[in-house]
């Protein structure tokens, strides 16, 4: 695949280019953090406007060469509305074109396999409350059974019930899902999901009985999210994100 991207800055409105920007850098981030599945996950995020529009992935870039302009604009059909010399991978956005489509507010949808993830998405109890970690996404946790490799339209309407308005998913024997109003919103969902679960499996390696938190703390903690977060959600952490982004690599904004 040639990398070597022309800009489309001129090309498309400034919170569009800012939501490439954005959705870039998320990609890159999972590749930094040792999240990335070769080119076989998918992070999307819906195009400001009145119409159904969505920036994906080039099929075959890794996360790690992505950029602003390397994004491809589709519809919810997978048909690309900006010229891209790219090609996406239309079973890819089936999970995400169901998601988008049957929520508003869910403006970005990151899924990923990470080793961890997987290993808690087939444990029969799936996240535990053994760590304080684990506590923001058992919050708002849904899970979906698997069904095989997410290739049919069919699946999508009990892939949408079993999230229902929550912000995080555990897709059995297959992965994580974070949904949110923006890229930083999603990432700090998965972010912490991701951690979460690792603890969980370094925890349970020690062989020993794990203490669980109590039910009664669990219920607060929304309000201690949003305290943590100082109510900015994840506006909290990602300008500093771009900052390590900018010393890592800043082609990510080409």
């Avoid at 850098?25 to 969505?54: K, N, Q, S």
């Avoid at 290993?119 to 923001?136: E, K, N, Y």
């Amino acid at each position: 695949m040639n990398t070597a991207v022309q800009s489309v800055r001129a090309q498309v409105s400034a919170e569009e280019w800012q939501l490439r920007v954005d959705l870039a850098a998320c990609y890159r981030l999972v590749a930094h953090y040792g999240w990335d599945d070769l080119v076989f996950t998918h992070i999307t995020a819906r195009v400001p406007g009145p119409e159904h529009h969505f920036l994906i992935n080039p099929y075959g870039m890794t996360f790690d060469e992505i950029s602003a302009s390397s994004l491809v604009k589709i519809d919810l059909a997978g048909n690309k509305v900006l010229s891209s010399p790219y090609e996406i991978n239309p079973a890819g956005f089936t999970i995400h074109s169901a998601i988008h489509a049957a929520r508003a507010d869910a403006q970005c949808v990151i899924h990923l396999h990470t080793d961890a993830g997987v290993a808690v998405s087939a444990q029969r109890d799936g996240l535990l409350p053994i760590s304080q970690t684990a506590l923001f996404p058992l919050a708002s946790l849904g899970y979906h059974d698997y069904e095989g490799v997410a290739l049919r339209d069919d699946e999508k309407p009990r892939l949408v019930a079993d999230l229902g308005d929550k912000s995080v998913m555990i897709l059995r024997n297959h992965g994580t899902l974070a949904v949110g109003p923006t890229v930083a919103d999603a990432f700090l969902q998965m972010f912490v999901l991701e951690r979460a679960c690792r603890m969980q499996i370094l925890a349970q390696s020690g062989g020993v009985p794990l203490i669980q938190v109590p039910a009664s703390i669990l219920a607060g903690v929304k309000e201690m999210a949003e305290k943590a977060t100082r109510g900015l959600g994840g506006q909290i952490a990602w300008p500093g994100l771009l900052r390590k982004l900018d010393r890592l690599d800043p082609s990510f904004r080409d």
